[in-house]
């Protein structure tokens, strides 16, 4: 077999006929992709596979012990099936073999025999017993697994992720016959891994494979976890060198102009955070070259007030700024609400202002043709609008500045065709994202971009108070829920009542956690509606809003409820961000463990906005203990958007984060943890920088070049490459 040299060899070539189930099971279709294909865990030889632990339909590979083999009569024919029973020492599982197979079985398993087994976890529970079971599994023994006496001698044995039919020995000969004709460049300069104390590439990926013990597992992970960070972190270096060099316009601050005169009618003082950032954007504006850079801050931190002050100084340039929101209702709110901050400058009257112009795809042609007209003539300053404002026939005048609000909705196609109109020059960038974000996923995901932070919360906002309403156990506490929101309403202020599902079997709207078979539909907000308004809320003033709705109609009851004319709103996530209701005080949560972390602190932001101490209820029925109940402990004890962001992390895939979720495809990182592995990160991002200052086009580091390459063109990296 010939020498393997690059990573994005086609397996075939390496491994031959080995490489088509790979390919058809688990999508692996190089030897890079199969190299990085990590053991999940090690079996130590004598050490076996908590049966216990196996849950049912799991696809497993598990290591055990034969304890018997008895041929027992088939029920509905003639002859007989292997009813042979392996054990971890405590538990007992079954393997039932047929045919062939079950004379085969039982002359290569015989009692005592320690082996591997692969195949569908059968799980049948009668009164107190459990039978746990396998139905003819693959299997090897390991005198059969190893392949030298030095193999068989080693303590651990690598068990790889699997699936149906291609068990993990199959994975490791596969990973074996690559390991043993490889000779690659390695990607990270041998004065780095030097100073680093790095193992060579080679030398990780054979001790990942073929470990002797834990020690070498643990050198192996070092190497791997800083490759998949430098790799990722010389992309985005690469990506801010490159917008760098990009030409914008130039937007300095004017004297006199529009954000001057705003500033003066300001009925409120600016946090010192509002200044600061305020004036990291009004530099960065100034500059030739376009700004990129990412605001978070807490829910109800001034975002908006910051985002506006940008935008006004870019319309004092001259130029024209556009605000796109997720959603039609949020634009909406986003348009009512900054007309409202500017007053008569947001007319362009005597006073010099600037028409604010508002463009859906919902709106009437007349409406739509005015807006249109308004953006391409340079009458509106500032644009307003949903995924609308991406369509090809959309012109602006000069535009100048593109505030991305909750940029995680947003596709990277679609702020990408936005940054095109830009016309000379590429436009300045604002996100806007209330969702805080740890540090190391800000250097990771956003690394391109310039992050500043708002912490402090405006005087005027009251705390939020969050209990949980265990409703299983406790039902006489959701009716005190309903007798808190009646006394709340009954002191003229409004409420929320939050649902997962909008009703009629339609599809979910919220970052809903996937429900659990046995678990009953999620709860609707057309369903909890009308059980309200004859229930326990009956005589008050209740409405339902959801994503369905007409757009005229989500707008009609949105502005009823900013007036008043509603006590309670029945909602979907609709609500989660940006909407602004200053009398409403307390929110309802219903199946609230159905929401993720950062959504339900999105949600209860709600409340509490206008002086007025909020109340958020989360109602669950999930047990206490469970990690869904823990959850809502969390939001519960803490307003701390960060910290709940760590907890938020903690319960999903890195790949999610990465942004895997928008292509479809496998994250690229198998073993580094965006929490727990800070330093390296840290690390790998100022190696990867100084590297790139020395050399931007990597002439001198072709192994590494290759391998940003093979991450940037990969489906999953445009997520990166555009962001």
């Not at 891994?193 to 054979?206: K, Q, V």
């Not at 535009?399 to 109109?421: I, N, P, S, W, Y």
């Not at 840290?682 to 200052?693: F, K, V």
Request: proline share 5%.
């Amino acid at each position: 077999m010939s020498v393997v040299t690059s990573f994005d060899e086609p397996l075939k070539k390496a491994v031959g006929r080995s490489a088509a189930p790979l390919e058809s099971a688990l999508g692996i279709s190089t030897v890079g992709e199969l190299l990085r294909h990590y053991p999940r865990r090690y079996a130590q030889r004598g050490e076996l596979t908590p049966i216990a632990s196996l849950e049912n339909d799991e696809h497993v590979t598990v290591v055990a012990k034969v304890s018997s083999a008895v041929r027992r009569p088939m029920k509905n024919r003639q002859g007989t099936w292997l009813d042979m029973v392996v054990t971890d020492g405590r538990e007992r599982l079954h393997l039932a073999f047929f045919g062939k197979g079950a004379y085969v079985a039982e002359q290569r398993l015989p009692p005592g025999t320690e082996a591997m087994f692969s195949g569908k976890v059968n799980v049948f529970v009668a009164g107190k017993s459990r039978r746990v079971s396998l139905t003819h599994p693959e299997y090897e023994s390991f005198d059969e697994t190893a392949e030298t006496a030095e193999e068989f001698a080693s303590a651990l044995v690598p068990i790889y992720p699997s699936a149906q039919g291609l068990p993990s020995w199959k994975i490791r000969r596969a990973v074996q016959t690559v390991l043993d004709v490889l000779s690659l460049d390695d990607p990270v300069p041998g004065e780095l891994r030097e100073r680093l104390g790095l193992l060579p590439i080679e030398d990780a990926l054979r001790l990942v494979h073929r470990p002797r013990g834990q020690g070498d597992v643990a050198r192996a992970h070092d190497r791997l976890k800083f490759d998949e960070a430098f790799v990722l972190q010389a992309v985005l270096v690469r990506r801010r060198m490159a917008a760098s060099a990009w030409a914008a316009t130039p937007r300095a601050r004017r004297e006199g102009g529009l954000l001057g005169e705003f500033d003066k009618r300001l009925p409120f003082e600016l946090t010192e955070g509002q200044k600061r950032v305020g004036e990291e954007i009004a530099a960065d504006l100034a500059r030739a070259h376009p700004m990129h850079r990412l605001l978070q801050g807490e829910v109800g931190a001034g975002k908006t007030v910051v985002a506006l002050r940008a935008m006004l100084q870019v319309v004092d340039s001259g130029g024209q700024a556009v605000l796109l929101a997720p959603t039609e209702v949020l634009a909406q709110q986003h348009h009512r609400s900054i007309v409202a901050m500017l007053g008569d400058l947001a007319g362009g009257g005597m006073l010099g202002g600037t028409a604010v112009a508002l463009l859906t795809g919902s709106m009437g042609a007349a409406a739509r043709r005015s807006a249109l007209l308004d953006a391409a003539s340079g009458t509106a300053g500032i644009v307003i609008g949903t995924h609308a404002v991406l369509q090809e026939h959309v012109q602006f005048f000069d535009l100048g500045l593109v505030v991305v609000d909750e940029q995680h909705r947003f596709g990277v196609e679609q702020r990408d065709a936005l940054r095109e109109k830009g016309g000379g020059g590429r436009p300045h960038v604002l996100v806007m994202t209330a969702t805080p974000i740890p540090r190391t996923v800000a250097m990771t995901v956003f690394g391109d971009l310039e992050v500043s932070t708002l912490s402090q919360l405006p005087s005027g906002r009251a705390p939020i108070t969050t209990h949980v309403v265990p409703a299983a156990e406790k039902p006489h506490y959701l009716d005190r829920a309903w007798q808190r929101v009646r006394e709340e309403t009954g002191l003229g202020r409004q409420a929320y009542v939050v649902c997962p599902r909008i009703g009629d079997q339609e599809g979910d709207e919220g970052d809903l956690a996937k429900a659990d078979d046995e678990r009953r539909p999620p709860l609707a907000v057309l369903d909890v509606a009308r059980t309200l308004a004859e229930g326990p809320l009956a005589g008050l003033r209740i409405e339902a809003l959801h994503g369905k709705l007409a757009p005229e109609d989500k707008d009609a009851v949105m502005r009823a409820f900013a007036r008043g004319e509603i006590d309670v709103l029945v909602a979907t996530t609709v609500i989660e961000v940006g909407v602004d209701v200053p009398n409403s005080s307390v929110m309802v949560i219903m199946d609230a463990d159905r929401f993720g972390v950062s959504q339900l602190h999105q949600l209860r932001g709600r409340v509490g906005r206008g002086g007025l101490p909020g109340l958020c209820l989360l109602v669950s029925e999930a047990p206490e203990g469970t990690a869904a109940r823990r959850r809502l402990d969390a939001v519960a004890t803490t307003l701390d958007g960060f910290e709940l962001s760590r907890v938020d992390l903690e319960q999903r895939r890195e790949g999610d984060v990465l942004g895997a979720a928008q292509s479809g495809r496998r994250s690229s990182l198998k073993l580094l943890q965006l929490l727990r592995d800070e330093d390296v990160i840290e690390a790998a991002r100022a190696e990867a920088t100084s590297l790139l200052s020395a050399d931007p086009g990597l002439s001198g580091h072709p192994a590494l070049r290759a391998e940003i390459d093979a991450l940037v063109s990969d489906e999953r990296a445009e997520f990166l490459e555009k962001a």
